[in-house]
């Protein structure tokens, strides 16, 4: 774990976050700037920096699963979701540290606008 790193902080509980759900291996929390009435962000509780950095296809299969759990029991299972991975800064990643937003509860056409 990152002693800095946001995520890792929220995993030590050291920053309070609301949690939607928690495995042996990651965390789902509400996403403090919600861009849709569900967003939620899941991510690994051991630090990968980013997307290109996870190495056990295993434990993306786990974020994934996760993640549908989470728009299913957030209630957008069946009207639909978006899960989106943003990867280092030319990709719009923000922390330095994997995570998948889970957006739902309204239309998510693409592209916006």
């Known amino acids: 774990m990152s002693e800095s790193c946001l995520f890792c902080r929220i995993v030590r509980s050291e920053i309070p976050a609301d949690v939607v759900a928690e495995t042996e291996k990651a965390l789902a929390i509400r996403d403090i700037n919600p861009e849709a009435p569900v967003h939620v962000l899941v991510f690994p509780k051991s630090h990968v920096a980013s997307l290109i950095d ?50 739902g509860g309204r239309g998510m056409a693409w592209p916006p606008g």
């Not at 990709?91 to 994997?98: A, R």
């Open 54 to 103: 996870l190495k056990d296809e295993a434990e993306l299969g786990h974020l994934m699963a996760l993640a549908t759990t989470v728009a299913v029991e957030q209630g957008v299972g069946e009207s639909g979701f978006r899960t989106v991975v943003n990867t280092r800064a030319d990709g719009g990643q923000t922390f330095n540290h994997l995570h998948i937003h889970v957006l």
